[in-house]
C-alpha cells in the first residue's frame, strides 16, 4: 500500500509523511462529547474533521477502528479537580437520574450527528463503562511510582514525573514556570501541588455516582477514561489521536503523563488538533448570548440567525476553512456557504445533461481528482478540494452553454470526480433529494401546479398563471420558463 498522506502532528509542531504503523490497521481515538447539554457547534468541528480523516483513511485501503468515547462521569464543573460532576449537577437540575441526563442528550448528539453526515465509530466507549480498566490504570501508575494517595484519592506527581519525562511536551507549556508560579499547598488541601491532577477522587457523601475502589468510594479523574479506554480498545501504542485545540492543555497533556508513567512509552504516534469556533469574532459562550446550538442553526431559531441553515450547509462551511484554522461563523458567511453548496449540488445534477461532442480527453478535468488527492494528502486541506469542485463546475457550465467540447470520458470522470470527492470524501448529501420520498412527492406537486400555469398560460389566463408564480415566488421558489417548459427550484 502506497502512504502519501501527510499531518500535522501537534506534538512535534511538523507536518509529517504520515504513515499509521500497523498499516493495513489504523487506530484512532479521538475524545468525545461530555453528554450533559445539547450538541453545538464545538461538538460539530471535531466530530466533522475526523469524519474526513476516517473516511480518507478508509478510502486509502486502511481498516480503521475509530473510537470516540462518551464522557459520562468524572468531568467535573470547572474542568479542574474540584466542583460538582457536569452530568450529576444537570441531574439534580433537571431531576433525573444521572443516567438518564446521558441517555437523553446522547440521543440529540447522535441525532445532530447523523443529519451531519458525521459516520458513526467503530466504537463508542462510555467512561462509566470502564470504572475496571480505570482502577487498573491508578494501580499501574501508583507502582510505577508516580502517584500518591491522600485522603483516599490519588493524585499524578507532576512534579516527579517531570524530572524524569517532559510533562508539557504538547502544550509547549513550560513546567519549571507552572512549578514556580503554583505555590506548594500548605497541608490544607489534598494536593500537594496544585498542578497535580487527580486520578481517583473519593465521592463526598453527597456526590451520587461512585464505585468501590482500593481506596475509597468513589470516581475517576476526567483524564483517566481516555488513556483507559484507548489502551483498552487500541493497544499500548496506536496511531492517531485527535480533538480540538481546546483539549491539548491539560487533557492531553495529562492523558500522556498517565500512559507513560504506567507503560513507560508514549502511547500516541500522531496527535492531531481542530482549531476552534468563533461566531461573528467572539468566543462561544454562554454568558455572551451567542450559544447557539446545533438544532437552532437547524431550525432558525435563535435571535443571532436570520434564517435556517441546514446540516449540509454547517458541514459544507466547516470544511470550507482547513482543520487547523479558525472558523468563524456569521450569517453572512453562511449564505455564501450555502449557495456554492447550491451551485455544486446543481452541477452535479447537470453532468447527466451534458452531451459527448469531443473525442479526445480534457487534460484539465483529469487533473481535477488527482489535485484533489493531492490536497487531501497535504494535511486534509479540504478548501483546495473545494476549489478544484468549483473549478469544475466552471467546466460543466461551459460545457451547458455550448462554450466547450466533452467526450465522454470527461462527462465519465467529472461524475466520478464528484461522486468521490463530494459525496464520498467529504461527505456531502443532497439533502433535499437524498432517498427522501417525502421530497419526490413534493417535487411531484410543484411539477404539477407549474403544468397547470403552463396550461393556463396557453388559454391566456393570466390571473392563474400568475398567481401561481406569485405565490411559489412567495414561498421560496425560483422559477424560470424554458424553451421545453419550465424549471424550478426552491432557493433555500
Ligand atoms: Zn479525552
Redesign the pocket.
Known sequence: MEHLLSIYNTLSRQTEQFIPLNSPFAGL?V??PTVYGDPHLGHARPAITFDILFRYLTHLGYKVRYVR?I?DVGHLVNDADSGEDKIAKQARFENLEPMEVVQFYLNRYHKAMEALNVLPPSIEPHASGHIIEQIQLVKDIIKSGFAYESAGSIYFDVEKYNKQYNYGVLSGRNIDDMLSTTRKLDGQEEKRRNIDFALWKKASPEHIMRWQSPWSEGFPG??L??SAMSRKYLGEVFDIHG?GMD?IFP??EC?IAQSVAAGGKQAVRYWMHNNMITINGQKMGKSLNNFINLEQFFTGSHSLLTQAYSAMTIRFFILQAHYRSTVDFSNEALQASEKGLIRLMEAYDNIGRLTVSAQTENETIKAFAAKSSEAMNDDLNTPTVIAQLFESVHIINQSLAGQMDLSQEDIDELRRFFNLFLFDLLGMKNSQKDGNASYEAFSKAVDMLLEVRMQAKQNKDWTTSDKIRNELTALGFEIKDTKDGFEWRLSR
Do not use: I, K, P, R
Open positions: 481515538y475524545c468525545g468515547n464522557t476526567w483524564h477514561e481516555c480533538g483539549l487533557h492531553h492523558e
